[in-house]
């Protein structure tokens, strides 16, 4: 799987949507951000599939070391839970904060796609369908 590239930093604050064969992870800022995150997880799952909304909060309790290495396996894993329990074909990281080089190479048989964060969806139309039809083309047929 190609790199995704590295970002300036994982955030400490996301929010994954997943299930029906899609994980959908972003930064939610607002309730807008998060009907963003919904319908982009909408577009990406299954017909009908029953969402599951998990943050990933960072540092976690009982984790002495905040190292950014910690940060980096600790989003790796839960990445990787996420994708597990939805059974993910298709896993869509939108932001550069949700980006982390390597974060996805552990997950076999994932399409990953990159998009701009929930804020820059609502505010920019063209990007939004960009997205769309980038997750059309990944879905499996």
Do not use: H, N
């Amino acid at each position: 799987m190609p790199s995704l590239g590295v970002a300036a930093s994982i955030a400490r604050d996301l929010t994954a949507v997943s299930g029906g064969g899609a994980v959908v992870v972003g930064a939610v800022k607002d309730a807008a951000d998060s009907i963003i995150l919904q319908g982009v997880f909408r577009a990406a799952a299954q017909r009908g599939a029953v969402a599951q909304v998990v943050r990933f909060l960072w540092p976690q309790t009982g984790v002495s070391d905040g190292s950014a290495q910690s940060l980096a396996v600790a989003y790796r894993a839960f990445l990787k839970g996420q994708a597990s329990r939805a059974r993910a074909t298709t896993l869509v990281l939108l932001g550069e904060v949700a980006c982390a080089d390597g974060a996805v190479d552990a997950i076999e048989s994932v399409t990953a796609i990159v998009g701009p964060t929930p804020a820059q969806l609502r505010l920019d139309p063209a990007a939004k369908r960009t997205l769309w039809l980038t997750i059309a083309a990944a879905l499996p047929a």
